[in-house]
């Protein structure tokens, strides 16, 4: 009876032992790949997803690899990744550079997909949001320097919405425009034709990944007047508010300038203009001036500005 | 194809009673079966013929059949996300399938990777390799539980990023890469540290399949158990040799005849080496103690 016990006691205490060293082993072996797989989800800018893909993150928990949007993109255009490239393996991307999404139509690629990784609810492919095109380098795109290339906007499938020509004075030579051409990311898909047809020996306009791309105000930004028009009116109230004079070079002048601060100091500072000047001033709207508290503006105008208000006055 | 294997040394009984294509038939019919599925997935890159596209994680079979692994849609489903229609609908027919003809068929008889690790097994005990690694063969469900906590963890499909067995399929079909160095690393680990190592105790593909093929309606059984002239020459050949052991030498433990271990991968490779035909297929109902022709019912 004891030595029954005594073997079973034995035996728990493998049965624990062995548990322990393949709960260890399997273990370490998932916190390795776990931290490889946490670095092979750093996806580069140059490889791009499929339309529909979402995000890169969203991307990996849906796509099995399967490789169907491979077989059905009509141009070969996309390809799996292997191991020892930097994107997560097996998974689908384009170079942009190299070979540029055609944008078909009926998008086989998403149809393709088992697992809704490529999003089936895109159907039109000009609302695909594979990247974002960026003219990245300034110094050396063609049109910038005051020629005439266009390359990049004559082949954007979206032209003259996702890419425009932005006209520019030419300060180079004076007598020039320059054709700035310009991305709309609000209508760019990111397929990439700009930078595979882009004549430089390396792009001047590439497309990034959306995340990298973009720029993002931060959430409590509020643009004043979208706000306005949203509103209906403008919310920024009249009353109570300090109008600080503004700082021009000296002797400019503005057509259609308001500044009621600068005219309340020159009211305070100056007070025996030409009656004519102070006619004019009358006449500005100057929604500060009645409520602004008393002891403010003085001790602005306190130093130099009180000689240019003098003569801002008297012209 | 793959026939070309050098005979078995364990088999040598069987060769001299069956002759070659007797004792080499089912592993003859397995290659053959690994080679017709892997060129069906070939014959449309390389000659635009296509009958299967996709891999082994998905394919859809004359833009008809979904086929899905289980294990990459169990992981899918672990990373929280929901897959379309074809992709479950995959997985049901090929869940089904393997419940008809058991699980680990697909190891046996569609698994690429398989026809290396049998290379790997079958070198090891010609040239005489001795001592193995050990680990048990339940390692395999952790690895499987791994993969799953993994892509719940990670919200990502974590383990395809290594995978030998998409890595070797999908490679040869979209391109290899660097993917050869994992095979040759699987390859060298059952050659050298340990034997049947990756198929036999760690891949949690083929557990997965273990567990879809446990109530398998196919399973090899030896039905002529009373022949058993004790050779060990199955034992020597088989990927699973624990599974064999009940079965064949457990009449008078009341054990029937059906190799019902969800491991059985269905190779078949014990049927080809027994010169005493004492295996063979069967369903899984045909299994009481006594089934074997010449048995004796111990009662």
Same mark, same amino acid.
């Given at each position: 009876?004891?030595?029954?016990?005594?073997?079973?006691?034995?035996?728990?205490?493998?049965?624990?032992?062995?548990?322990? #060293?393949?709960?260890?082993?399997?273990?370490?072996?998932?916190?390795?790949?776990?931290?490889?797989?946490?670095?092979?989800?750093?996806?580069?800018?140059?490889?791009?997803?499929?339309?529909?893909?979402?995000?890169?993150?969203?991307?990996?928990?849906?796509?099995?690899? =399967?490789?169907? =949007?491979?077989?059905?993109?009509?141009?070969?255009?996309?390809?799996?990744?292997?191991?020892?490239?930097?994107?997560?393996?097996?998974?689908?991307?384009?170079?942009?550079?190299?070979?540029?999404?055609?944008?078909?139509?009926?998008?086989?690629?998403?149809?393709?997909?088992?697992?809704?990784?490529?999003?089936?609810?895109?159907?039109?492919?000009? #609302?695909?949001?594979?990247?974002?095109?960026?003219?990245?380098?300034?110094?050396?795109?063609?049109?910038?320097?005051?020629?005439?290339?266009?390359?990049?906007?004559?082949?954007?499938?979206?032209?003259?919405?996702?890419?425009?020509?932005?006209?520019?004075?030419?300060?180079?030579?004076?007598?020039?425009?320059?054709?700035?051409?310009?991305?709309?990311?609000?209508?760019?898909?990111?397929?990439? #034709?700009?930078?595979?047809?882009?004549?430089?020996?390396?792009?001047?306009?590439?497309?990034?990944?959306?995340?990298?791309?973009?720029?993002?105000?931060?959430?409590?930004?509020?643009?004043?007047?979208?706000?306005?028009?949203?509103?209906?009116?403008?919310?920024?109230?009249?009353?109570?508010?300090?109008?600080?004079?503004?700082?021009?070079?000296?002797?400019?002048?503005?057509?259609?300038?308001?500044?009621?601060?600068?005219?309340?100091?020159?009211?305070?500072?100056?007070?025996?203009? %030409?009656?004519?000047?102070?006619?004019?001033?009358?006449?500005?709207?100057?929604?500060?001036?009645?409520?602004?508290?008393?002891?403010?503006?003085?001790?602005?105008?306190?130093? %130099?500005?009180?000689?240019?208000?003098?003569?801002?006055?008297?012209? | 194809?793959?026939?070309?294997?050098?005979?078995?040394?364990?088999?040598?009984?069987?060769?001299?009673?069956?002759?070659?294509?007797?004792?080499?038939?089912?592993?003859?019919?397995?290659?053959?079966?690994?080679?017709?599925?892997?060129?069906?997935?070939?014959?449309?890159?390389?000659?635009?013929?296509?009958?299967?596209?996709?891999?082994?994680?998905?394919?859809?079979?004359?833009?008809?059949?979904?086929?899905?692994?289980?294990?990459?849609?169990?992981?899918?489903?672990?990373?929280?996300?929901?897959?379309?229609?074809?992709?479950?609908?995959?997985?049901?027919?090929?869940?089904?399938?393997?419940?008809?003809?058991?699980?680990?068929?697909?190891?046996?008889?569609?698994?690429?990777?398989?026809?290396?690790?049998?290379?790997?097994?079958?070198?090891?005990?010609?040239?005489?390799?001795?001592?193995?690694?050990?680990?048990?063969?339940?390692?395999?469900?952790?690895?499987?539980?791994?993969?799953?906590?993994?892509?719940?963890?990670?919200?990502?499909?974590?383990?395809?990023?290594?995978?030998?067995?998409?890595?070797?399929?999908?490679?040869?079909?979209?391109?290899?890469?660097?993917?050869?160095?994992?095979?040759?690393?699987?390859?060298?680990?059952?050659?050298?540290?340990?034997?049947?190592?990756?198929?036999?105790?760690?891949?949690?593909?083929?557990?997965?399949?273990?567990?879809?093929?446990?109530?398998?309606?196919?399973?090899?059984?030896?039905?002529?158990?009373?022949?058993?002239?004790?050779?060990?020459? =199955?034992?020597?050949?088989?990927?699973?040799?624990?599974?064999?052991?009940?079965?064949?030498?457990?009449?008078?433990?009341?054990?029937?005849?059906?190799?019902?271990?969800?491991? =059985?991968?269905?190779?078949?490779?014990?049927?080809?080496?027994?010169?005493?035909?004492?295996?063979?297929?069967?369903?899984?109902?045909?299994? %009481?103690?006594?089934?074997?022709?010449?048995?004796?019912?111990?009662?």
């Amino acid at each position: 009876m004891e030595t029954k016990a005594k073997a079973n006691s034995a035996e728990r205490r493998q049965f624990i032992f062995d548990t322990a #060293k393949m709960a260890c082993g399997v273990g370490m072996l998932g916190l390795g790949l776990g931290l490889y797989g946490k670095q092979a989800r750093a996806l580069p800018p140059q490889a791009i997803r499929p339309p529909g893909a979402a995000a890169e993150a969203d991307f990996l928990a849906a796509c099995i690899r =399967c490789g169907l =949007c491979v077989r059905d993109c009509p141009y070969d255009i996309l390809s799996l990744a292997t191991p020892e490239q930097p994107v997560a393996t097996g998974t689908p991307y384009f170079t942009a550079r190299s070979k540029p999404c055609e944008m078909c139509e009926n998008i086989p690629c998403v149809k393709a997909c088992p697992t809704d990784a490529l999003d089936h609810g895109l159907t039109d492919i000009n #609302k695909a949001k594979m990247g974002l095109a960026v003219v990245v380098d300034h110094e050396t795109c063609l049109n910038f320097l005051g020629l005439r290339c266009d390359v990049c906007y004559r082949v954007c499938p979206l032209i003259d919405k996702a890419i425009t020509l932005e006209v520019q004075h030419n300060e180079r030579t004076g007598r020039h425009a320059m054709f700035l051409p310009t991305v709309h990311s609000d209508q760019c898909t990111g397929c990439g #034709k700009c930078e595979a047809s882009c004549v430089l020996q390396t792009a001047a306009i590439k497309v990034y990944p959306v995340k990298l791309a973009k720029g993002e105000l931060g959430g409590h930004y509020r643009l004043g007047w979208e706000e306005q028009r949203k509103a209906g009116r403008s919310l920024v109230e009249d009353r109570d508010i300090i109008d600080l004079p503004d700082r021009m070079p000296e002797g400019m002048k503005l057509e259609g300038h308001s500044d009621p601060g600068s005219q309340a100091n020159a009211k305070r500072v100056a007070p025996t203009p %030409s009656a004519g000047v102070d006619s004019l001033q009358s006449a500005l709207p100057h929604p500060g001036r009645n409520a602004a508290p008393a002891g403010i503006p003085q001790n602005i105008s306190g130093r %130099s500005p009180g000689k240019r208000m003098s003569d801002e006055a008297a012209r | 194809m793959m026939a070309s294997m050098p005979a078995d040394s364990a088999g040598g009984e069987a060769l001299l009673a069956k002759g070659w294509w007797g004792a080499h038939r089912w592993l003859v019919l397995r290659r053959f079966s690994q080679g017709t599925i892997l060129a069906m997935f070939l014959a449309g890159p390389w000659f635009g013929v296509w009958i299967v596209k996709g891999n082994l994680n998905y394919s859809l079979t004359l833009d008809l059949l979904p086929l899905t692994d289980p294990l990459v849609l169990l992981q899918l489903l672990a990373t929280g996300h929901m897959p379309e229609r074809n992709a479950l609908l995959g997985v049901c027919i090929a869940l089904l399938l393997y419940l008809l003809i058991g699980g680990r068929t697909f190891c046996a008889w569609v698994c690429p990777l398989n026809v290396l690790t049998d290379i790997a097994g079958g070198l090891r005990r010609r040239l005489g390799i001795k001592g193995s690694a050990h680990i048990s063969r339940r390692a395999r469900y952790w690895m499987l539980a791994m993969t799953l906590v993994l892509a719940a963890a990670t919200g990502s499909i974590a383990w395809e990023l290594v995978n030998p067995v998409s890595m070797l399929h999908r490679g040869l079909i979209f391109g290899m890469g660097a993917g050869w160095m994992v095979v040759l690393a699987v390859f060298l680990f059952d050659l050298l540290v340990m034997s049947r190592g990756w198929c036999g105790h760690l891949c949690p593909v083929g557990a997965v399949y273990s567990l879809a093929g446990r109530w398998s309606l196919l399973r090899v059984a030896a039905a002529g158990r009373a022949a058993c002239n004790n050779c060990m020459d =199955c034992f020597a050949v088989c990927p699973e040799p624990q599974v064999i052991r009940l079965p064949l030498k457990g009449a008078k433990l009341g054990a029937g005849p059906a190799i019902l271990s969800p491991n =059985c991968t269905h190779c078949a490779r014990c049927i080809d080496v027994c010169s005493k035909d004492v295996f063979a297929f069967g369903m899984r109902f045909n299994n %009481s103690a006594a089934a074997g022709p010449a048995t004796v019912a111990p009662e």
